[in-house]
């Protein structure tokens, strides 16, 4: 987690961290600990689940901007669930 945290949380413009509904993830106050330390504790957002991690992703961009779901296969798989209804 420490190398992909490193490439990947300095670029982002806010940080989202949420849980898939699964008993072994990793809980938010957790993976809060993998942010770089100069990251703006401002622009990060602790979800209590993927469909709200999603709908804050989309009320915080803009219409040119990316939004990358990442983490283990059961939080994109969740992901991809939401998405799709």
């Known amino acids: 987690m420490d190398e992909i945290g490193e490439i990947l949380f300095p670029k982002a413009e806010w940080l ?6 699964n008993t072994r993830a990793l809980p938010t106050s957790d993976l809060a600990d993998f942010i770089p330390i100069d990251f703006c504790r401002d622009r990060v957002v602790i979800t209590t689940s993927v469909e709200d991690a999603l709908e804050k992703a989309v009320e915080l961009s803009g219409p040119e901007d990316v939004i990358l779901v990442t983490g283990s296969l059961y939080l994109v798989g969740e992901a991809k669930e939401v998405l799709e209804d």
């Open 16 to 21: 989202i961290l949420t849980e898939p509904d």
